[in-house]
């Protein structure tokens, strides 16, 4: 790995505090691993080994139907730990990761991380905040998905981009999405077609222009009436 594990580590704020030595003594537990975009780190159901740290790239949290439909939970990128929960109440992964662009990142055995923490309770209380956050993250997400239409929410997501990273021109706001339709109505929690189909009435309405994997806010004061109006 092209950076040092101690140095990615300080960078954890799971770990921030931790001395020298400790850091040090944290560092020779750890292994690095590389994963190509699409690999997967483990499966939904898989026997939980340990916990992984993202040095570099993206790490993508996804459930599977049985229907094959997909349900993006997280995308993490570095400075994130993954498989928190597992790796101290002994059960299974409940979801999936796979990389979704290369990723670089750190692994730690599930028994060395318990025993870890052990040995350093604040490093555990801050695990316990993480899960605190993931968890309020899901509720969210489970009221997105039960109180919003898909129309809704993909307005929701246009929005938040353009504020994030959209470049403003003369035609309006312009979006970079860096995901195709399928990706997106796995975030969104649909399907490929609904997406297609909302961003289709979007344009003729004359709210958006889409230019492939681009889009242009023509009109986000309109956009978000439209999302108030939905409320």
């Known amino acids: 790995m092209a950076t040092n594990a101690e140095a ?25 691993r590389r994963f190509g975009r699409g690999e997967l780190l483990f ?19 996804f459930k599977m139907s049985a229907s094959g439909r997909e349900q993006i939970l997280a995308l993490e990128g570095a400075g994130s730990t993954i498989a928190e929960l597992p790796v101290f109440d002994g059960g299974n992964y409940p979801a999936s990761a796979s990389a979704a662009e290369d990723a670089e990142v750190l692994f730690i055995s599930r028994k060395d991380f ?11 209380l801050k695990v316990i905040a993480v899960v605190g956050g993931r968890l309020r993250r899901l509720v969210g997400i489970i009221e997105e998905l039960s109180f919003t239409t898909v129309r809704q929410r993909l307005i929701a997501l246009l929005l938040r981009l353009a504020q994030e990273k959209g470049v403003t021109s003369r035609q309006g706001i312009r979006i970079e999405l860096g995901a195709s339709h399928q990706e997106l109505a796995a975030e969104l929690g649909t399907v490929r077609e609904l997406v297609s189909r909302n961003l289709g009435r979007l344009q003729a309405e004359g709210l958006i222009e889409v230019e492939g994997r681009e889009i242009i806010v023509k009109d986000a004061a309109g956009l978000k009436r439209e999302q108030a109006a939905g409320e």
């Open 114 to 124: 318990q025993g870890f923490c052990r040995e350093h309770p604040e490093v555990a």
């Open 8 to 32: 990615i580590l300080r960078r954890i704020p799971l770990f921030a505090g931790l001395t020298e030595s400790e850091m040090h003594a944290l560092a020779a537990r750890v292994s690095p």
């Open 43 to 61: 499966s939904e159901g898989d026997p939980c080994q340990g916990l992984f740290i993202v040095a570099a790239g993206k790490v993508r949290i």
